[in-house]
C-alpha cells in the first residue's frame, strides 16, 4: 500500500486544517490508519488513529477535542480535520497504515506502511 498525504501548509494559531492520506489501492479498507507527527530534534510521536472496522478512533491527549480523524474508503482516503491550532502542533505529519493488533496503535510498531510527510507550521 502506498501513502500520499497532503493538505500541510502554514496558518496562524486558532486556524483550522485538514490533511488527507490516499491510498493507493482498496485493501485500504483492511488497515487501522493513523497520523503521528514530527517536530525537529524530536521523536515521531502519535496523533490519532481510526481502526479498520467499526469507526473506533484514539487520540494523543495534546490533540482531544481539537482533531478529528476520519476515513472514506470509497475513497481510499483517510482525514484528520485539525481545529484550534497551536504552535506546538508545528511538525512533519505523517500517515501511516497498519494491520497490527489494536494495543499497538499509539506506537509507531504497529503500522506497516508510511506516506512522506506534510508540513504544519502554525504560527503564533
Known amino acids: 500500500v502506498q501513502l500520499q498525504a497532503s493538505g500541510g501548509g502554514l496558518v496562524q494559531a486558532g486556524g483550522s486544517l485538514r490533511l488527507s492520506c490516499a491510498a493507493s489501492?482498496?485493501?485500504?479498507?483492511?488497515?487501522?490508519m493513523g497520523w503521528f507527527r514530527q517536530a525537529p530534534g524530536k521523536e515521531r510521536e502519535f496523533v490519532a488513529v481510526?481502526?479498520?472496522?467499526?469507526?473506533?478512533?484514539d487520540y494523543a491527549d495534546s490533540v482531544k477535542g481539537r482533531f478529528t480523524i476520519s476515513r472514506d474508503n470509497a475513497k481510499n482516503t483517510a482525514y484528520l480535520q485539525m481545529n484550534s491550532l497551536k504552535p506546538e502542533d508545528t511538525a512533519v505529519y505523517y500517515c501511516?497504515?497498519?494491520?497490527?493488533?489494536?494495543?499497538?496503535?499509539?506506537?509507531?510498531?504497529?503500522?506497516?506502511?508510511w506516506g512522506q510527510g506534510t508540513l504544519v507550521t502554525v504560527s503564533s
Open positions: 481510526i481502526r479498520w472496522a467499526g469507526g473506533i478512533t
Open positions: 489501492e482498496p485493501t485500504f479498507r483492511n488497515y487501522n
Open positions: 501511516a497504515a497498519g494491520r497490527t493488533a489494536w494495543g499497538s496503535r499509539t506506537s509507531v510498531v504497529g503500522y506497516n506502511y
